[in-house]
C-alpha cells in the first residue's frame, strides 16, 4: 500500500482576534511547517485615494486620522505639511513645538498599545491592562486638548486649532511612566515563556528588511541606523536619541520599542519645558476656503510609529488634489510576511506577525 | 548629486525638476541605477492618471546611506515592465496599481484584485472611470439588477 501527502491550506482571519483588525493569511502547511503565505487585505478599504479627489483640502482634512486610528497625528501633519509646503507658509516656533510634543505622546501611546497586544498575542492578559491603563493618561490628555481621544483633527494649516493647554497632565504622565516601564520589563522580559517564543524567532535580516521596504522601529531593530526625524525640520534643534539593535528578532523589536518610548519621553521633555515657558501662541492660520494648491508635485514624509508614513499630491491649481497617495509603513510589513513566516512553525506565526505592529487601516487605506 | 552622469548612460532620459524622465528600458534604468548607486530602498511607486491618458509611474528610491531620493518616472499605457527581481516590495506596490489603475506588470506572476473584489469592473483611481450604481452589486448575480 503506498500512502500519500497532501499539504494542507489553513485560513488564519480575518475574524481571528490576533490579526488587529482583518487580514486574512492564507498559509499553506506541512504537518505544522509554514510552507508558503498568502496575505489578503482589502477588508477595511475605504478608499482614501479615491476620496480625496473629491474633496477641497479642509474637507479632507478631519478623515486623515483614520488612516491609522492610533497614530492620527502623524497623518494630520503630513496633509498640514504638504498645504505648507505648497503655499510656502512657516509655522511658528511654539507650533512646531506643539506638534513635537504631540506627536512623539501620540508614538507613546501606540507603542505602549503595541506592547500589550503582542503580549496578548503571545497569550499573556495581563499585560494588556496595565499598558492600557497608561495609554488611557495621554488619551485623556488628547481629549482634553482636542476633545477627541483618537481622532483628533487638532493640527489645522499653518499651526494647530488653539493653544495648548493642561500641561501639568504631561509632567505627571513623564513622572509615572518611567516607574511603569520598569515594571514592564520586570513582569515581561524575565519570563520564561515570553523569552522561548520571542528570542530567535522571526529573524530579519538588514538586507532583507530594505529589500521589503520596512523602515521604523523594525528595520532599527535589524542593525540599521535610519531614522528620518534626524533630516526632519520640525525636529530641528531637538535632541532626539538612536535606537539601533542587532539582534534582528522579535525580541528586538520589542526592546526597540520599548527604548523608543524612553526616547520619545526625553523629546516631549524639551517640548514641554520650552513650552511652559513660551508665550501665548501667535499663529496666522491659511484661509482654508476656497484654498488652491499651486500647480506641481508635493511630497512629505515622517517617521510615524510603524515605519515613514508619507504622503504625495499632484495638483493643478484647483481646490481638490488631481492625485494624491499615501505610503504606510503597514503595508510593506504586510508583504514581508510572505517571505518571514516561511520555514516557521503555526504557533509561531501569530507571535512573528505581532511583532511587526501591523495596523490594518494603515494597510487598506 | 550630478544628475548629468544619468542622462550619458541612457539616451533617451530627460530631467524635470529633481525627477529622471524616462520613455522606456525602466528595468534596466533602475537595475544600473541600484547597482552603482547605494539606493537600497524603494519607497514607493506612485501612479498617476495624467490628462493626456497616460499612466504616469514614480519610481521613489531612497538612499539610507546618503539619505537622498532618486525620482524616476516612466508613462505607460496599460502595460509595464515588474521590478520584483530587484525590488521585493515592488511586489505590493505593483499589485495595488494594478489594482487600482489596471496596468499588467510583465514578470510579476502574482498580480490580483487587492482591495476591490474579484468581480469589480473597472479600475477606480483612473480618470476615466465611470461610477454608476451598478458597480456597487458586490456579486456577479447582483450585477444585472441595475
Not at chain 1, 162 to 170: A, G, S
Not at chain 2, 49 to 55: A, E, F, K, L, S
Amino acid at each position: 500500500m503506498t500512502t500519500t501527502t497532501t499539504t494542507l491550506k489553513l485560513n488564519l482571519g480575518p475574524q481571528h482576534p490576533s490579526t488587529h483588525g482583518v487580514l486574512r493569511l492564507l498559509l499553506e502547511l506541512d504537518g505544522e511547517k509554514i510552507l508558503s503565505c498568502e496575505p489578503d487585505i482589502g477588508y477595511l478599504h475605504r478608499g482614501m485615494e479615491k476620496m480625496a479627489e473629491k474633496m477641497s483640502y479642509i474637507q479632507y482634512l478631519p478623515t486623515v486620522d483614520r488612516i491609522d486610528y492610533l497614530a492620527g497625528f502623524f497623518y494630520s501633519e503630513l496633509l498640514c505639511r504638504i498645504v505648507e509646503k505648497a503655499l510656502e507658509v512657516e509655522i511658528p516656533q511654539k507650533v512646531r513645538a506643539i506638534r513635537v510634543m504631540l506627536l512623539e505622546l501620540n508614538r507613546i501611546s501606540s507603542h505602549l498599545l503595541w506592547i500589550g497586544m503582542f503580549l496578548m498575542d503571545l497569550g499573556a492578559t495581563s499585560p494588556f491592562f496595565y499598558t492600557f491603563r497608561e495609554r488611557e493618561m495621554i488619551l485623556r490628555y488628547f481629549e482634553k486638548i482636542s476633545g477627541q481621544r483618537m481622532m483628533y483633527n487638532y493640527f489645522v494649516f499653518g499651526g494647530v486649532r488653539r493653544d495648548i493647554d493642561y500641561l501639568e497632565d504631561v509632567d505627571e504622565i513623564l513622572s509615572i511612566l518611567p516607574s511603569k516601564l520598569k515594571d514592564y520589563e520586570n513582569l515581561i522580559e524575565k519570563n520564561p515563556i515570553f523569552i522561548r517564543r520571542v528570542v530567535n524567532k522571526g529573524i530579519l535580516e538588514k538586507e532583507t528588511a530594505l529589500n521589503y521596504s520596512i523602515t521604523g522601529v523594525n528595520l532599527r531593530s535589524s542593525g540599521a541606523d535610519f531614522d528620518t526625524r534626524f533630516q526632519d525640520s520640525l525636529y530641528s534643534g531637538f535632541d532626539i536619541g538612536k535606537v539601533i539593535l542587532k539582534e534582528k528578532n522579535s525580541m528586538a523589536r520589542y526592546r526597540a520599542r520599548i527604548l523608543e518610548i524612553k526616547e520619545s519621553m526625553k523629546i516631549v521633555r524639551q517640548a514641554l519645558d520650552y513650552l511652559k515657558k513660551a508665550p501665548a501662541l501667535e499663529q496666522k492660520l491659511i484661509n482654508p476656503v476656497n484654498m488652491k494648491l499651486p500647480e506641481g508635485d508635493y511630497f512629505a514624509d515622517i517617521e510615524a510609529p510603524r515605519g515613514i508614513a508619507s504622503c504625495f499630491v499632484r495638483s493643478y491649481g484647483e481646490k481638490e488634489p488631481y492625485r494624491l497617495k499615501w505610503r504606510t509603513g503597514s503595508y510593506y510589513s504586510v508583504n514581508l510576511l510572505r517571505k518571514l513566516l516561511v520555514g516557521e512553525y503555526l504557533n509561531d506565526a501569530i507571535a512573528i506577525a505581532g511583532s511587526l505592529d501591523i495596523i490594518l487601516p494603515e494597510v487598506d487605506k | 548629486m550630478d544628475w548629468n552622469k544619468f542622462s550619458e548612460v541612457f539616451a533617451n532620459c530627460e530631467l524635470r525638476g529633481s525627477k529622471i524622465l524616462i520613455k522606456s528600458r525602466l528595468h534596466d534604468v533602475i537595475k544600473f541605477v541600484t547597482d552603482n548607486y547605494p539606493y537600497d530602498i524603494l519607497k514607493e511607486i506612485i501612479a498617476i492618471h495624467n490628462r493626456d491618458g497616460m499612466v504616469e509611474l514614480v519610481y521613489n528610491l531612497y538612499s539610507t546611506v546618503d539619505e537622498e531620493s532618486l525620482l524616476i518616472s516612466v508613462c505607460v499605457k496599460d502595460e509595464a515592465e515588474s521590478i520584483v527581481d530587484i525590488f521585493k516590495s515592488a511586489e505590493a506596490d505593483e499589485n495595488e496599481i494594478y489594482d487600482l489603475f489596471g496596468i499588467k506588470f510583465k514578470g510579476h506572476d502574482n498580480l490580483k484584485r487587492l482591495y476591490m473584489p474579484e468581480c469589480w469592473d473597472g479600475h477606480p483611481l483612473r480618470k476615466d472611470y465611470v461610477q454608476d450604481d451598478t458597480r456597487l452589486c458586490w456579486n456577479d448575480d447582483n450585477n444585472d439588477n441595475a
